[in-house]
């Protein structure tokens, strides 16, 4: 995966999908321009959503480009999985309303269980990787990424971007971090703190 930098949901259908040729974007391994490589669908918002899938001719990698504020794997956007770590873990059902996510009568057993999700996936093993590639700072991660990035909304959207200018290390959302994007069979021989995935793939 690499990220779209500065194209978040709402834009990246005109900027990616439209057909027209798509911006430049060079391989996180070898620098080489990315070219487009057909689609990659996945739910955004509860809808089907086509994803750009691009290619590297010299490394024969094949990336998708996610957007800016997307998570990977899970139809989760960082935004909402920052307002949730706001209200905290002991308050699970006013961080499902803090994150936005609706729910009828009979599915708020469902949603509170996926935000919880979220928290179990940022754990000591998140926070020790995050440390690792953040400047030296007081505070748990998320107070140091706002140290860096600044401390207004969206501080996760801007992590990403730093961690991926700075280390090319890919803020996944809830399902961890990895180098250059790339899965973890790429990844058995680098080193730790910049590649573990901490939780599986799914859906929610």
Avoid at 30 to 38: E, R
Avoid at 130 to 137: F, K, T
Avoid at 188 to 197: E, F, G, H, N, Q
């Amino acid at each position: 995966m690499v990220p779209a930098l500065g194209v978040c949901c709402n834009e990246y259908a005109s900027v990616y999908v439209t057909g027209g040729p798509i911006p430049a974007l060079p391989c996180p391994k070898c620098a080489a321009v990315l070219q487009a490589h057909g689609w990659h669908w996945r739910f955004v918002d509860g809808l089907f959503t086509a994803l750009r899938r691009v290619k590297c001719w010299t490394c024969i990698k094949t990336h998708v480009v996610l957007p800016a504020d997307l998570c990977a794997y899970r139809d989760a956007k960082l935004p909402a999985v920052e307002a949730a770590l706001d209200v905290g873990a002991v308050h699970p059902t006013a961080a499902t309303r803090a994150a936005g996510i609706r729910w009828d009568h009979d599915e708020v057993a469902e949603a509170v269980r996926k935000v919880r999700r979220w928290f179990v996936a940022f754990d000591a093993r998140f926070d020790q990787q995050v440390r690792a590639l953040l400047p030296a700072a007081e505070g748990t991660w998320l107070e140091r990424t706002r140290a860096v990035v600044g401390s207004s909304p969206g501080a996760l959207v801007r992590l990403r971007a730093w961690l991926w200018e700075k280390h090319r290390v890919l803020l996944l959302g809830p399902t961890g971090l990895r180098r250059h994007g790339l899965v973890r069979d790429d990844l058995r021989r680098a080193s730790p703190d910049l590649c573990i995935v901490t939780a599986p793939p799914d859906t929610t």
